[in-house]
C-alpha cells in the first residue's frame, strides 16, 4: 500500500497514544502506573501518563485520517482471501491495528541468532476464518511452531 503522501502516518500515534491510555486509565489513576519498572522519559508507563493530555480535537482529525487508511486498506485488499507479509520491519501492524482488519502470526523458524522468526497473514474485515486456515495448512506441513529458542522449553 502506498501511502505515503496521502495518509499521515505520523498523526496515529495520537490514536495509539489516547486508545491505549483509556484502555490503562485505571491504572494511572490509582497511580499504580508508577509501579511499572521502566519510568524514564519514553516508558510506557510516562506514555499512558501523556495520554490524559490529548486534546480531543487532535484526536478527532487523526481518526479522520484513521478512516482514509481503513479505506484504502479495503481498496488494497477486498480481491483477496489473504495477504502474506512480514511481521516486522514495515507499516502492517499500524494499519492493522488501526483498521481491524484480523491477522496472525505463524512462526517461520529461527534466525542465525536463534530468535524466532514469522511472517503475518492479513485477511479481509470480519473474516478471521481464512487467515486461521492457512495457518494450520502452513503449521501441519512444516515444523517451525515445533522450534523453541534455547532456554523456552520444557
Known amino acids: 500500500m502506498n501511502c505515503r503522501d496521502d495518509v499521515p502516518f505520523n ?20 497511580a499504580d502506573v508508577d509501579k511499572m519498572v521502566e519510568q524514564d522519559q519514553r516508558s510506557r508507563a510516562n ?24 479505506e484504502k486498506m479495503y481498496e488494497l485488499i477486498k480481491e483477496y482471501d489473504v495477504i502474506i507479509s512480514p511481521s516486522f520491519g514495515n507499516r502492517q501492524l499500524v494499519i492493522t491495528n488501526l483498521t481491524g482488519h484480523p491477522v496472525i502470526a505463524i512462526p517461520t523458524g529461527l534466525d ?35 522450534m523453541h529458542p534455547e532456554g523456552y522449553t520444557d
Open 47 to 70: 506514555s499512558l501518563r501523556q495520554a490524559r493530555f490529548i486534546p480531543a480535537v487532535e484526536y478527532l482529525q487523526a481518526n479522520r485520517h484513521r478512516e482514509v487508511l481503513i
Open 11 to 30: 498523526s496515529f500515534d495520537i490514536i495509539l497514544r489516547a486508545e491505549a491510555g483509556a484502555f490503562f486509565d485505571n491504572l494511572v489513576l490509582s
Open 112 to 146: 542465525t541468532d536463534k530468535h524466532p522468526t514469522s511472517i503475518t497473514l492479513i485477511g479481509n474485515l470480519y473474516d478471521e476464518a481464512s487467515i486461521l486456515l492457512l495457518a494450520k495448512a502452513f503449521q501441519e506441513q512444516t515444523e517451525f511452531d515445533e
